[in-house]
Nanobody, 120 residues
């Protein structure tokens, strides 16, 4: 069982920045994927960014100019750097991890989430 612990959320003024951290309890290997999702009240969970252990990134166009993702393999931490925050970025941000097994199956885990609130 992999534990994912998010941190770094908080209250920030519009235009501000936050860096979220997702600490994993297991090494992130080359093809493993750690992603960030967010969910605002009354809305569906939305993909924000992902990165593999090998460093391949995927960030949707909607946030690509403001959000970036990185990882520290030695510390088993994935970061989501957010700049130019807007009130519509307000949501609970969740860390998601998908670990590949030798069998080809994938084990998927979720963190508990960290709240980001952007006020104007």
């Amino acid at each position: 069982q992999v534990q994912l612990v998010e941190s770094g959320g908080g209250l920030v003024q519009a235009g501000g920045s936050l860096r979220l951290s997702c600490a994993a309890s297991q090494t992130i290997f080359y093809d493993d994927v750690v992603a960030w999702y967010r969910q605002a009240p009354g809305k569906q969970r939305e993909f924000v960014a992902s990165i593999t252990g090998g460093g391949r990134r995927n960030i949707p166009v909607s946030v690509k100019d403001r959000f970036s993702i990185s990882r520290d393999i030695s510390k088993m931490i994935v970061y989501l750097q957010m700049i130019g925050l807007k009130p519509e970025d307000t949501a609970t941000y969740y860390c998601n991890g998908r670990w590949s097994k030798n069998s080809g199956d994938i084990d998927e885990y979720w963190g508990q989430g960290t709240q980001v609130t952007v006020v104007s």
